[in-house]
């Protein structure tokens, strides 16, 4: 059954639509990301027989050469709501299907996923919905891996801005607690979860903002209109100087949930 029209979901869409020609340069975070939930999958007991992989948010494909090497006899579906990135997958992964779709109204059959993989594409999503769905299409036993962020993403960013304005910059992410809480409502069993932080760093507030943009992560509900103005960019910058590292770098910090969820059989 289809799902309430989010237009915040077209704002995000449109944003990674735009930055799909520069996000393979520019996803340091998300690589790091994806070899953390690798590592973390690995160490995590697997279904015996895994007939059908999906990478829920597959980006540009990053992820899929090594869902492939992990389950070489399974049939992998790479899905994703941006068709622009999409279009980049498929040329990156010509075995996998793709499907243009929403992780939270997924096009496929109930009981149909045997491991469910997602890099970072949680945080755009309602807990509850997102894990409703994956447990939809998990097969009983099937399993995911699930790599999302945490409140602390982007903390030293929320600060600067807040000596700015009052308005909204960096959106809202969901705690660890929240994600348990929905996995277990949904009808998953949490095997175990992990927390870790990761840096992006760049010589400048402007480098760094444009690593933000060029991997599509900076749609916003309710963000300003307006431009910030020379005054605004400079009271940015100065309040942004705090968190200069000794090594004369900035950095952003990304707050790292993995999630390893297994349907009851």
């Given amino acids: 059954m289809s799902k309430a029209f ?3 979901k ?8 735009r930055a799909a020609p520069t996000y393979g340069s520019a996803a340091h975070v998300q690589d790091a990301a994806a070899q953390c939930l690798l590592a ?3 160490a995590q007991p697997l279904p015996s027989r895994i ?3 999906l990478d829920a948010g597959c980006g540009t494909g990053q992820s899929l050469p090594a869902l492939s090497a992990l389950f070489p006899q399974a049939q992998c579906v790479a899905l994703d709501f941006s068709t622009a990135m999409l279009k980049l997958a498929a040329c990156a992964a010509s075995a996998a299907h793709p499907i243009c779709a929403d992780i939270e109204n997924l096009p496929l059959a109930d009981s149909s996923i045997d491991f469910y993989w997602s890099n970072l594409a949680f945080q755009w999503c309602s807990p509850e919905t997102a894990l409703e769905e994956t447990f939809r299409v998990l097969s009983p036993g099937g399993v995911a891996r699930i790599a999302t962020l945490g409140p602390r993403t982007l903390h030293e960013l929320r600060t600067a801005f807040s000596a700015v304005d009052d308005g909204v ?3 809202d992410f969901t705690a660890t607690e929240r994600w348990l809480e929905a996995s277990k409502a949904a009808g998953l069993t949490v095997q175990s ?4 932080t990761l840096l992006d760093v760049a010589a400048d507030l402007h480098a760094l903002l444009g690593n933000i943009k060029a991997i599509g992560a900076r749609a916003v509900r309710d963000r300003r209109r307006s431009s910030l103005g020379r005054k605004g960019w400079q ?4 309040a942004y100087e705090t968190f200069r590292h000794p090594d004369g770098t900035l950095p952003a910090t990304y707050d790292l949930i ?3 969820l297994r349907k009851p059989a």
């Fill in 6 to 8: 989010d237009p915040y």
């Fill in 10 to 17: 077209s704002q995000v869409r449109r944003a990674f639509d």
């Fill in 40 to 42: 973390f999958a690995r």
């Fill in 51 to 53: 007939r059908r992989v």
């Fill in 169 to 171: 910059h960096v959106i």
């Fill in 193 to 196: 979860h992990l927390r870790k």
């Fill in 235 to 238: 009271t940015l910058q100065s």
């Fill in 258 to 260: 993995l999630l390893a």
